[in-house]
Every structure is written in C-alpha cells, then in structure tokens.
C-alpha cells in the first residue's frame, strides 16, 4: 500500500490550498482515511478523517468550517480543501489509511503518506 500526499505549499492567512493523498496498492472500500499534522516543535494531531465507503466525516474542531475533506473513488485519491488558513495551521500535513472505523489517533492507522510541507504567513 502506498500514499502519496501534494499539494503543499506557501500562502497568505486568509488563503486557501488543496491538498491530495494520491492510493494504491489495494482496493480501499473499507479503509478510512485521514489527514494528521506535525506543527514545528508540536507533536502530530488529528486534522480530518472520511470512510471510503459512505463518505462520512469527522473533523478537528480547530479546522472544522475551514477545512473540506473528500474522495474521489474512480483516482482513488483524498483530499483536504483549507480555506481561511492560518499561521498556526502551518505543519506538515500527512494522509494516512486505517482498516474499518473512523478513530483521530495517528498510532491506529497502518499506512502513512511522506507529509506535504504547509506554510502560513501573516
């Protein structure tokens, strides 16, 4: 199984960036997967998660209304949409993929992603 995470970049508050978690390796109908970020001297946290199947999502409460989580079955890729982004959501962002059940803790999930560099400037 292999991810692939893009999409990162540098950009102004207020701004907004996509970033995508390209799969492969399996058939992921019944995985979740989820986007995590590692904030400079911070540990990773819990961003946003969506089931494959169903397309039901949870959010972080400090990214929830700003950021958009989503799927594209045929490209089997995921997602996040960041709008009104801020200096603190500027991290590494990582997709990863976990086996059944939705959970916001990075050490239940099996595959991780390289993470993509986010930078904010105020």
């Known amino acids: 199984v292999q991810l692939q995470a893009s999409g990162g970049g540098w950009v102004q508050t207020g701004g907004s960036l996509r970033l995508s978690c390209a799969a492969s390796?399996?058939?992921?109908?019944?995985?979740?997967m989820a986007w995590f970020r590692r904030a400079p001297g911070k540990e990773r946290e819990f961003v946003a998660y969506?089931?494959?199947?169903?397309?039901?999502?949870y959010y972080a409460d400090s990214v929830k209304g700003r950021f958009t989580i989503s799927r594209d079955n045929d490209k089997n890729t995921v997602y996040l949409q960041m709008a009104s982004l801020k200096p603190e959501d500027t991290a590494v962002y990582y997709c990863?993929?976990?086996?059944?059940?939705?959970?916001?803790?990075?050490?239940?999930?099996?595959?991780w992603g390289q993470g993509t560099l986010v930078t904010v400037s105020s």
């Open positions: 990863a993929a976990r086996r059944r059940g939705g959970s916001v803790m990075d050490t239940t999930y099996e595959y």
């Open positions: 390796g399996r058939s992921f109908s019944s995985y979740v």
């Open positions: 969506i089931l494959w199947a169903g397309g039901t999502t």
